[in-house]
């Protein structure tokens, strides 16, 4: 991992880390699909691969090779944007999250990136690491939320961004 000031991780939480999981980075969204379900993500089981995948992250437990987590990072028309992260369940609150999110910086800036956009289903989580609201308009992001029964009723997704 890069070491600099941006790190969401410090050195003893990485090697903790390494302890119990890996993270491999594949193309197989479609495989992701009843995590990022069971977490609560807007997705269908038979949805196909967004449209500008870059990559997905998968975070594997060393023990049972059961992927306990996952992301997916896209270029929608030259705009940077985290589709998905969830943890399930049992792992969330330590610190996986963030370890994940970090990866994903690091790939993005790999990439050029400057800035990275998402559709944050829990802000507090993103605000703690590093994003902040966005004036981005909806229509310049892909952006499922609209058309869900529970948008603004039970959700209220935030459009965030991080300069990276």
């Known amino acids: 991992m890069e070491k600099n000031n941006n790190n969401l991780v410090n050195e003893s939480m990485e090697n903790l ?3 119990k999981f890996y993270i491999r980075k594949s193309m197989d969204y479609q495989k ?12 269908e089981l038979d949805d196909p691969n ?8 998968e975070v ?13 990072i896209i270029n929608n028309n030259g705009i ?8 399930t369940k049992e792992y969330q609150g330590g ?5 994940l999110m970090d990866k994903m910086v690091h790939e993005l800036r790999k ?18 690491v590093g994003f902040i609201e966005s004036p981005m308009d909806t229509k310049d992001i ?18 965030m961004e991080r300069k990276i």
Do not use: M, W
């Not at 610190?95 to 370890?99: A, D, L, T, V």
């Not at 944050?120 to 989580?125: C, D, I, Q, S």
């Open 17 to 19: 880390f390494h302890t």
């Open 32 to 43: 992701l699909l009843p995590l990022f379900k069971d977490a609560g993500l807007e997705v």
């Open 50 to 57: 967004p449209r500008g995948l870059l990559t997905c992250f």
């Open 60 to 72: 594997v437990d060393k023990k049972t090779d059961e992927i306990i987590g996952a992301s997916s």
């Open 80 to 87: 940077y944007q985290v589709k998905t992260l969830a943890i």
């Open 95 to 99: 610190e996986i999250g963030r370890y």
């Open 111 to 128: 990439l050029g990136a400057k800035k990275v956009i998402l559709n944050a289903k829990e802000p507090g989580f993103y605000e703690k």
């Open 142 to 159: 892909e952006y499922d939320c609209s058309d869900c029964e529970y948008f603004n009723r039970d959700c209220f997704p935030k459009i």
